[in-house]
């Protein structure tokens, strides 16, 4: 092809000058420099040529694209014409050697095909690298050996010659793989895939190139413009500049914004083939230490960069945190599924900024809403299944600014709704399998009660005999062994079910009696709750009386089990407002983590006493509080205490 024939011919005319030049002809060294811009130049458009850059407006004038072939042709240009003036530049740059520009123009040459090489590898589909592989080593070796040629005279300002005679037999020996590359494909035109990592990775490649080259002419200037200080001052401005390149190479930041610059030279902003890859990865195949939420809060982030994000999930009445990532909150609040916040959320539908929200408040309005009081706030992802709102994700503001525009929207609106399925098809799950241990539960209380029909007509069998045996010493005997039996076997049965079978009918009742009720259970414990009546209230509830008096005692043993002898339990009472009352049972034990309450306080069958508890205390305790209108909060802190408070309505006066 006439790609090939270009090459050939300025390949000619660069060996045949630079042979001329070591036989001792008077050619000039601008000749063969000129020699040396052409053979790159030539290199450069095959590179360009095979990753389709002139197919389409080769000459538009693109800043934003340092490698297209218009901004490489500039560059040559400038490296001739800086060729006309080398005297003058070598004087103001403080050079001592007068070939020293055109050397550094070399190196800028070099590191430039090494990155189309690359590039061009890089983005060729998986189909087509057969094509170009042995061009692209070809190419490589070419400008592989002609960096080691020009950094060694860089560094010691001085040309090998030993090594600059060798590139002669270095282009003969890539002359077979060149052959080979040119029998695969003739026309040098394979389909290639050009991604914003192309243009990612040039820029920040190309970027860290020209960084360290102009670093090292500014240590070389300060070391020959600082006398005897120089070599101090060259090793430090080095090694300073060294620190600065590393600190801007791992910036989160940089790296945010250059994503950004190169997504806006796109027609579409996003590869969504690389998106949808890497959020897929991260949902199904992340960190398998990491939750379910949290892979899901991790997954939506990486899409915008965001800084962190948390979840809140819908349960009953109200909308629970439930996890975060990397945006840790000490004291999570709970937001009322009748709150003004939940209520713009159905009648925006969409996802919407703190802005939107602060735009969308009347002037009387409270101001005052977690969402808005956090500075770091960005974004609300509602969570949606049909008409519902399942849940939404609370984004942390990006690494850097961004203005969401139609495209961003539509991204995360999709990938939202993959996040809404997997969560609600997990809580689907887990409830099904909860649904399964309450069965399993139902088959065992049945052959429970089978074991509690045996022992009770063992003991009706005594009751008939003692009344003809009552005075036979042996049928004593024998009937103190029985019961012996049966009360040990009694007690293992209790010890299974843990809670005896109650009546559910509802009665009138006084609060305070059953709270003094359960507080006189514990008259001989080492560890006495305290009653705190704040504000001398009695009031008259409707509930089974057992029943409440079970959920609250479970809580209150909870705590006192939490806590050594030197702990506290305090039970304070207290009206909040018409029809309720509070209850909150304080102490100072070991407290429990926000993951903990998030997650397993109130699932049924997990419990942390192993085999001595079933795990479905507290759980009870919710729900049959939750039946009659009541409500449960929890607050606590790893080593330092527990606060339930626990609201139930009440009979009117």
Same mark, same amino acid.
């Given at each position: 092809?006439?790609?090939?024939?270009?090459?050939?011919?300025?390949?000619?005319?660069?060996?045949?000058?630079?042979?001329?030049?070591? =036989?001792?002809?008077?050619?000039?060294?601008?000749?063969?420099? =000129?020699?040396?811009?052409?053979?790159?130049?030539?290199?450069?458009?095959?590179?360009?040529?095979?990753?389709?850059?002139?197919?389409?407006?080769?000459?538009?004038?693109?800043?934003?694209?340092?490698?297209?072939?218009?901004?490489?042709?500039?560059?040559?240009?400038?490296?001739?014409?800086?060729?006309?003036?080398?005297?003058?530049?070598?004087?103001? #740059?403080?050079?001592?050697?007068?070939?020293?520009?055109?050397?550094?123009?070399?190196?800028?040459?070099?590191? /430039?095909?090494?990155?189309?090489?690359?590039?061009?590898?890089?983005?060729?589909?998986?189909?087509?690298?057969?094509?170009?592989?042995?061009?692209?080593?070809?190419?490589?070796?070419?400008?592989?050996?002609?960096?080691?040629?020009?950094?060694?005279?860089?560094?010691?300002?001085?040309?090998?010659?030993?090594?600059?005679?060798?590139?002669?037999?270095?282009?003969?020996m890539i002359a077979p793989t060149l052959l080979i590359a040119s029998a695969r494909n003739p026309s040098l035109s394979p389909n290639i895939h050009i991604s914003r990592q192309f243009v990612f990775h040039s820029t920040t490649l190309l970027g860290s190139g020209i960084y360290l080259i102009l670093m090292s002419m500014a240590g070389y200037y300060i070391k020959v413009v600082s006398g005897e200080w120089g070599d101090i001052l060259q090793y430090t401005f080095l090694f300073a500049a060294f620190l600065l390149f590393s600190s801007l190479f791992f910036s989160s930041t940089l790296k945010a914004r250059i994503k950004r610059y190169v997504s806006r030279n796109f027609t579409n902003k996003y590869d969504y083939r690389e998106e949808?890859?890497?959020?897929?990865?991260?949902?199904?195949?992340?960190?398998?230490?990491?939750?379910? &939420?949290?892979?899901?809060?991790?997954?939506?982030?990486?899409?915008?960069?965001?800084?962190?994000?948390?979840?809140?999930?819908?349960?009953?009445?109200?909308?629970?945190?439930?996890?975060?990532? &990397?945006?840790?909150?000490?004291?999570?609040?709970? +937001?009322?599924?009748?709150?003004?916040?939940?209520?713009?959320?159905?009648?925006?539908?969409?996802?919407?900024?703190?802005?939107?929200?602060?735009?969308?408040?009347?002037? &009387?309005?409270?101001?005052?809403?977690?969402?808005?009081?956090? #500075?770091?706030?960005?974004?609300?992802?509602?969570?949606?299944?049909?008409?519902?709102?399942?849940?939404?994700?609370?984004?942390?503001?990006?690494?850097?600014? =961004?203005?969401?525009?139609?495209?961003?929207? +539509?991204? /995360?609106?999709?990938?939202?709704? &993959?996040?809404?399925?997997?969560?609600?098809?997990?809580?689907?799950?887990?409830?099904?399998?909860?649904?399964?241990?309450?069965?399993?539960?139902?088959?065992?209380?049945?052959f429970l009660t089978h074991d509690l029909k045996t022992l009770l007509s063992q003991l009706f069998l005594l009751v008939e005999n003692g009344k003809i045996h009552k005075d036979n010493p042996a049928f004593i005997d024998d009937m103190l062994n029985t019961l012996e039996h049966v009360s040990q076997k009694m007690q293992r049965l209790v010890q299974q079910l843990k809670e005896p079978i109650k009546n559910t009918s509802s009665s009138n009742f006084k609060l305070l009696n059953v709270l003094n009720d359960i507080l006189d259970e514990y008259r001989h414990n080492p560890i006495k709750p305290e009653l705190i009546n704040t504000g001398l209230v009695n009031p008259e509830i409707s509930a089974n009386k057992s029943e409440i008096q079970s959920a609250l005692k479970h809580i209150i043993q909870n705590a006192t089990e939490s806590i050594n002898r030197q702990g506290f339990v305090k039970i304070e009472l207290d009206s909040t407002q018409i029809n309720e009352v509070r209850i909150r049972i304080i102490d100072n034990g070991n407290g429990m983590s926000t993951d903990f309450i998030a997650n397993r306080l109130f699932r049924p069958f997990d419990s942390t006493k192993g085999v001595s508890g079933m795990g479905i205390g507290v759980y009870q305790s919710r729900e049959y509080i939750r039946s009659i209108g009541g409500e449960i909060q929890v607050s606590s802190k790893l080593d330092s205490g527990t606060t339930f408070t626990i609201t139930l309505p009440t009979k009117n006066n």
């Open positions: 092809g006439k790609p090939f024939f270009l090459l050939i011919i300025s390949t000619l005319v660069w060996s045949a000058l630079l042979t001329m030049s070591q =036989i001792g002809a008077s050619i000039a060294f601008e000749m063969v420099y =000129i020699a040396e811009l052409l053979r790159y130049f030539t290199w450069f458009y095959i590179l360009q040529y095979v990753m389709g850059s002139y197919l389409d407006k080769p000459y538009k004038l693109d800043f934003t694209s340092p490698l297209s072939p218009l901004s490489i042709t500039l560059l040559f240009i400038l490296a001739i014409i800086s060729l006309g003036f080398n005297q003058q530049l070598i004087q103001l #740059l403080g050079f001592h050697y007068n070939n020293a520009l055109q050397i550094i123009w070399m190196l800028i040459f070099t590191i /430039l095909g090494l990155i189309l090489v690359e590039q061009l590898y890089r983005n060729t589909s998986l189909e087509n690298r057969w094509k170009i592989s042995f061009l692209c080593i070809s190419a490589g070796a070419v400008f592989i050996y002609d960096f080691f040629v020009f950094s060694n005279a860089f560094l010691v300002q001085k040309i090998d010659y030993e090594f600059w005679s060798a590139r002669g037999i270095i282009n003969v949808w890859n890497r959020f897929s990865s991260t949902l199904l195949e992340g960190d398998e230490k990491l939750t379910i &939420h949290l892979r899901s809060l991790q997954a939506v982030s990486q899409i915008v960069d965001s800084q962190g994000a948390r979840l809140w999930l819908k349960d009953v009445n109200q909308y629970n945190y439930c996890s975060d990532w &990397h945006m840790p909150w000490e004291s999570p609040v709970v +937001e009322p599924t009748d709150s003004p916040f939940i209520q713009f959320i159905y009648r925006n539908k969409e996802l919407f900024s703190r802005e939107e929200y602060l735009k969308s408040l009347k002037e &009387h309005s409270s101001k005052e809403h977690w969402f808005l009081k956090n #500075l770091n706030s960005w974004l609300i992802l509602p969570l949606w299944v049909d008409d519902e709102l399942f849940g939404y994700i609370h984004l942390k503001e990006s690494f850097s600014p =961004i203005k969401l525009d139609h495209e961003d929207r +539509e991204l /995360l609106t999709t990938i939202t709704h &993959h996040v809404t399925l997997y969560l609600s098809q997990y809580e689907t799950t887990l409830a099904l399998q909860q649904a399964e241990k309450f069965k399993s539960m139902n088959q065992m209380t049945a």
